[in-house]
T-cell receptor, first 111, second 115 residues
């Protein structure tokens, strides 16, 4: 699976949009971009995933560049409860493929 | 719909003892995964079941770890004998069988402390 690069930490003001970048320059055509987060010591929580097109759900938006070498996770209105470690993971499709977690980005939402 | 559940939430044992962790996946999910995070390191994959069969156990650290999924429903992960370095949080995840993007949903984890 392709490796990803994320900043170790970011701050965001409560109520503002949080934009978390991820580089995955060696991504293959059949690899998806997944985002998970881990709040404190809870289990990783699925946020969103995409292949080529931008995606939006009730939690976040995912913007993937046209060359697919980078992406941005957008939390439109960050709250204090969004403080967590966010993981960008690139993974081939299919259930047989494990998730490979990196160190992620610690997002601190400030009041 | 109930999510992935794990039992116990915490376990404290002495070095050399045996511990068994349990995971109940989301109903109907054929795929079950075990991961763990030890000593502040990254979350690492341990193994993957498809129904009752081990699909990938490349992440199992050594033969002190034994995972089972009899009947293709819940799974157990036994550590025998436990060592100090086994301390950490053990996560279970499940996903429905299918191709394409197959999202894994995680349980809350079991925090294991070996003294």
């Amino acid at each position: 699976d392709a490796k990803t690069t994320q900043p170790p930490s970011m701050d965001c003001a409560e109520g503002r949009a949080a934009n978390l970048p991820c580089n995955h320059s060696t991504i293959s055509g059949n690899e998806y971009v997944y985002w998970y987060r881990q709040i404190h010591s809870q289990g990783p929580q699925y946020i969103i995933h995409g292949l080529k097109n931008n995606e939006t759900n009730e939690m976040a938006s995912l913007i993937i560049t046209e060359d697919r070498k980078s992406s941005t996770l957008i939390l439109p209105h960050a709250t204090l409860r969004d403080t967590a470690v966010y993981y960008c993971i690139v993974r081939k499709g299919g259930a047989t493929n494990k998730l490979i977690f990196g160190t992620g980005t610690l997002l601190a939402v400030q009041p | 719909e109930a999510g992935v559940t794990q039992f116990p939430s915490h376990s404290v044992i002495e070095k050399g003892q045996t511990v068994t962790l349990r995971c109940d996946p989301i109903s109907g999910h054929d795929n079950l995964y075990w991961y763990r995070r030890v000593m502040g390191k990254e979350i690492k994959f341990l193994l993957h079941f498809v129904k009752e069969s081990k699909q990938d156990e490349s992440g199992m650290p050594n033969n002190r770890f034994l995972a089972e999924r009899t009947g293709g429903t819940y799974s157990t992960l036994k550590v025998q004998p436990a060592e100090l370095e086994d301390s950490g949080v053990y996560f279970c995840a499940s996903s429905p069988y299918g191709s394409g993007a197959d999202t894994q949903y995680f349980g809350p984890g079991t925090r294991l402390t070996v003294l």
